[in-house]
């Protein structure tokens, strides 16, 4: 069973900077992609940012002002969030798509989501 554990969620002032953490774990899966989404009051969910390998993604709204890193050996994706915005607030939702393995059976592009941690903006 793969589980998702995400903190570093809260309150902060404009201008301000949280830093949130996901934690994965569960036997039988290889992470291949960690990634960040949010979703807003009456908004869809959307892409913050990923990072598969060494490579970072990035949604428009966030570049330059968000950082995604992962440790590899702790199964921990990161994402530093600097100079926030009253539009950033939003729950924030881990992600991690990977290779899942069922005795002799793989199973590819699986994803987990976590259940979410709120990050609110004031102005």
């Known amino acids: 069973q793969v589980q998702l554990v995400e903190s570093g969620g809260g309150l902060v002032q404009a201008g301000g900077s949280l830093r949130l953490s996901c934690t994965v774990s569960?036997?039988?899966?290889?992470?291949?992609?960690m990634g960040w989404y949010r979703q807003a009051p009456g908004e869809q969910r959307e892409l913050v940012a990923t990072?598969?390998?060494?490579?970072?993604n990035y949604a428009d709204s966030v570049q330059g002002r968000f950082t995604i890193s992962r440790d590899n050996v702790k199964n921990t994706v990161y994402l530093q969030m600097n100079s926030l915005k009253p539009e950033d607030a939003a729950v924030y939702y881990c992600?991690?798509?990977?290779?899942?393995?069922?005795?002799?059976?793989?199973?590819?592009?699986?994803?987990?989501w976590g259940k979410g941690t709120l990050v609110t903006v004031s102005s």
């Open positions: 992600n991690v798509v990977g290779t899942e393995r069922e005795g002799l059976i793989y199973y590819y592009d699986v994803k987990y």
């Open positions: 990072v598969s390998g060494g490579s970072t």
């Open positions: 569960g036997s039988g899966f290889v992470v291949n992609t």
